[in-house]
């Protein structure tokens, strides 16, 4: 069984960072896509970014681009995800989840298997 817990969430003033971290149980953790989503009070949940499994391509949704960067190490079966000039809109709990095995990232939620059970982030005006 795959578990994922994230953790680094909080409340942040607008134009501030935050780093969510996310642990991977199990011995094949870089073998696999990483995603990061969201999904905000009444709205559905959203794809924020994604990294192939070795960490070579990444990818991210249009509204974080230029202010969030993911990463991971294989090393420490972790999958980062760096917020800059974080906006009240992002706020939302952030969960990741793991894609296909030596896959290419990937936005659709219908590609991940695993879940964690999110971490909230609330930017503050």
């Known amino acids: 069984q795959v578990q994922l817990v994230e953790s680094g969430g909080g409340l942040v003033q607008a134009g501030g960072s935050l780093r969510l971290s996310c642990a991977a149980s199990?011995?094949?953790?870089?073998?696999?896509?990483m995603g990061w989503f969201r999904q905000a009070s009444g709205k559905e949940r959203e794809f924020v970014a994604a990294?192939?499994?070795?960490?070579?391509?990444?990818y991210h949704a249009d509204s974080v681009k230029g202010r969030f960067t993911i990463s991971r190490d294989n090393a420490k079966n972790t999958v980062y995800l760096q917020m800059n000039s974080l906006k009240p809109e992002d706020t939302a709990v952030y969960y990741c989840?793991?894609?296909?095995?030596?896959?290419?990232?990937?936005?659709?939620?219908?590609?991940?298997?695993?879940w964690g059970q999110g971490t909230q982030v609330t930017v503050s005006s």
């Open positions: 989840a793991r894609g296909r095995a030596y896959s290419s990232p990937h936005y659709n939620q219908n590609e991940y298997d695993y």
């Open positions: 199990g011995r094949t953790f870089s073998s696999y896509a």
């Open positions: 990294i192939s499994w070795s960490g070579g391509t990444t």
